[in-house]
């Protein structure tokens, strides 16, 4: 399976704290997109970072990228309870459309 | 920005009928759409590509006889399931990819979901 693995599976931590989910992938890739999924509902498109990128950000959300490890982490800082979602890392390959999503992080925030 | 709609949002049927899914492009044109399906507490696994026009591409492992793709406009694709099983209860999203100038690449815009219940 070309599925990505994201680390750790479940995170719970408390309102106010960082939270730091991991993605690595297997192949070349041309983006790779972070996703926000709350309990049976569709995707909210989180951040795109490009291979040629190693750092981005957006309001809380710090994303960041090695290609030659092939991985990323999504860092939230100052986490709130609304934030208690599912998130997923995506990649697409070179030259396709097509996204390829990871195992997902299950983060819980107790206000 | 731009919006994808699917309906029904939910649905509910018996073991051996077919249920049609529709994905909508509401604000722009696509030309690609994509269908996955997702299990309780699993990632998203993509089914098949519908391009406009054309015939549907599906993943390994996905039955192209069962899970019928029709992508008939630029707005419209539709994702039945034949002679629905048990089995096929799960939650279906799309996604879709505005029609965009060669060479330009663009993010993906999801739909809200599909749960589908086969009693």
């Known amino acids: 399976s070309q599925q990505g693995e994201e680390d750790p599976q479940a995170l719970s931590i408390q309102e106010g704290e960082n939270a730091t989910m991991n993605c690595s992938y297997k192949t070349s890739i041309n983006n790779l997109q972070w996703y926000r999924q709350n309990s049976g509902r569709g995707l909210v498109h989180l951040i795109l970072?490009?291979?040629?990128?190693r750092e981005k950000h957006s309001g809380r959300l710090r994303v960041t990228l090695d290609t030659s490890k092939k991985s990323s982490s999504l860092l939230i800082t100052a986490s709130r309870a609304a934030d208690t979602a599912s998130y997923f890392c995506?990649?697409?390959?070179?030259?396709?459309?097509?996204?390829?999503f990871g195992t997902g992080t299950r983060l819980q925030v107790f206000p | 920005g731009a919006v994808v709609s699917q309906h029904p949002s939910r649905v509910i049927c018996k073991s051996g009928t077919s249920v049609k899914i529709e994905c909508r492009s509401l604000d722009f044109q696509a030309t690609t759409m994509f269908w996955y399906r997702q299990f309780p507490k699993q990632s998203l696994m993509l089914m098949a590509t519908?391009?406009?026009?054309?015939?549907?591409?599906?993943e390994q492992g996905v039955e192209k006889d069962k899970f019928l793709i029709n992508h008939a406009s630029l707005t419209l694709s539709t994702l039945t399931v034949t002679s629905a099983h048990p089995e096929d209860s799960s939650f279906y999203i799309c996604?879709?990819?505005?029609?965009?100038?060669?060479?330009?690449?663009?993010?993906?815009?999801f739909g809200p979901g599909t749960r589908l219940t086969v009693l």
């Open positions: 970072i490009r291979s040629n990128e």
């Open positions: 996604s879709a990819i505005p029609r965009r100038e060669r060479g330009v690449r663009d993010t993906q815009y």
């Open positions: 995506a990649t697409d390959a070179w030259n396709t459309d097509k996204l390829i």
């Open positions: 519908s391009n406009e026009g054309s015939k549907a591409t599906y």
